[in-house]
């Protein structure tokens, strides 16, 4: 019996919306990823150390933050072979397929949830239909799970196919805290990538709509800032602190004052602030969750070069030190005309799709940017294109869910596309 994945799209992709996991601790999902693969029968698998750099990886959590999802892996029956590959934060998994002589094709696509709790309300389809998150405060808020179950029909559908040539897909941890991609794109595996593909759903196209390729996504950092200062009471002796707040307040304030540059786009935005004991204590220590955009990554360095140098001032001002420090990163990437037209071309024989769009502008980040920038560096190809679903809420809400007949719709744009690559390259 062949092994069938393309008929599961939507149990396989309910299956990741129920247990999602956030960066850095997707032990279940890459082990899930690994049985998927396993089942097709892929040419080689390579698993967290083996699939990125360990060096390169952003934002990686505490192992105190880390343990327990690791530990809630290992009591769901994860393999310990997989276990031991994925500890330690390195999550990932990179699936390779080699049919023959031909170009090698990579396609990414992302793998985490969202700290966030999902709606329990009966008109939410996922807690109506029994696949609501089963891991309180996170969530599946942007198609991650759409997209991996995507990737395995696309790989499936691949080694179905006459192709000729060599797939590799890169299912990357940590997207949503942008600390994945450059450890992905250090990894190894994309130096002989002649073209890469990666995706995502929604972002306001509906159901049959296909975009061959994003522009302008912004260029992205983030950041966070501790303030230390010195605690005294603030009824008797307020003058002989150092208040910590005070140099949090004026910098948030300041951030936001920080000139819009002439040259594009600029964002700046203070999304976090913890610290502080009681209301009658000078506080000592505040720290502050930032970050920052830009058009360019010209421009992201500027806003970030700008925001330190607020930081800075206002902690001097109010007798504290500061200690600003970029936790992740991500440069900006556009995708390559001549691969966008042959999506475009492509996509308009699929069937399911109605509309294709050559082109528009992304507007937020993403740190697939570092592998898009890795190939197309060394002259090869990229695209990063959408793959329309009728969401009922934005990305990134509590009731967030998509339209399943877009994975199938997915599914065939990514392999024919694939496919027609093999046949007559760009």
């Known amino acids: 019996m062949v092994y ?3 008929s599961r799209l939507s149990e396989l992709r309910r299956e990741f919306h129920r247990r999602p996991e956030p960066g850095w601790r997707e032990f ?3 082990a899930r990823i690994v049985e998927e693969l396993e089942c097709i029968g892929v040419d080689e698998i390579a698993v967290g150390r083996e699939a990125l750099s360990t060096d390169q990886r952003m934002a990686v959590p505490e192992e105190s933050e880390l343990d327990p999802w690791l530990e809630r892996a290992r009591e769901a029956g994860v393999r310990e072979d997989v276990l031991e590959r994925t500890a330690d934060g390195h999550t990932g ?22 700290s966030m709790t999902e709606s329990d309300l009966a008109e939410h389809r996922p807690a109506a239909e029994g696949f609501r998150s089963e891991h309180e405060g996170y969530m599946h808020a942007c198609g991650h799970d759409a997209h991996i179950a995507m990737a395995l029909g696309t790989i499936e559908a691949i080694k179905k ?7 590799k897909v890169f299912f990357q941890p940590a997207e949503e805290i942008s600390g994945g991609g450059k450890a992905m794109a250090e990894g190894g595996y994309l130096e002989d990538v002649d073209y890469l593909l990666a995706l995502h759903v929604g972002l306001d196209h509906p159901t049959g709509e296909i975009v061959a390729g994003v522009e302008k996504p912004l260029a992205m950092a983030h950041l966070t800032a501790t ?4 605690s005294a009471h603030a009824g008797k002796a307020p003058n002989e602190g150092g208040n910590a707040m005070q140099a949090a307040a004026t910098a948030i304030q300041n951030a936001y004052a920080i000139p819009r540059h002439s040259d594009g786009q600029t964002r700046v935005n203070v999304g976090r602030i913890e610290g502080g004991t009681a209301s009658n204590v000078i506080a000592e220590e505040i ?7 830009g058009e360019t990554t010209g421009l992201m360095e500027y806003m970030r070069t700008e925001l330190e140098r607020v930081l800075y001032a206002a902690a001097e001002m109010h007798d504290c030190d500061v200690t600003p420090r970029v936790i992740s990163e991500s ?9 966008r037209e042959l999506i475009e071309s492509v996509a308009r024989e699929v069937e399911g799709v109605d509309r294709v769009i050559p082109s528009t502008e992304f507007g937020v980040s993403e740190d697939v940017t570092y592998l898009m920038n ?5 002259g090869e190809l990229a695209s990063y294109l959408l793959v329309g679903t009728d969401h009922p809420t934005n990305h990134h809400t509590p009731t967030f869910d998509i339209d399943e007949r877009s994975l199938e719709i997915g599914v065939g744009v990514l392999s024919e596309t694939i496919a027609e690559l093999s046949r007559r390259p760009v």
Do not use: C, K
Not at 93 to 112: N, Y
Not at 161 to 167: A, I, K, P, V
Not at 227 to 230: I, L, M, R, S
């Open 331 to 339: 440069p900006r990437a556009d995708s390559h005309p001549a691969l």
């Open 161 to 167: 196919s006459e192709f000729e040539g060599t797939l």
């Open 93 to 114: 998994v990179v699936g390779v397929l080699e049919q023959g002589s031909g170009p090698t094709i990579g396609l990414r696509v992302d793998m985490d949830g969202i």
């Open 374 to 378: 890795r190939v197309q560096n060394g």
């Open 287 to 293: 720290t502050i969750d930032a970050e920052v955009r």
């Open 28 to 30: 279940r999902t890459t």
């Open 4 to 6: 069938d994945v393309r």
């Open 227 to 230: 303030f230390e200062g010195a």
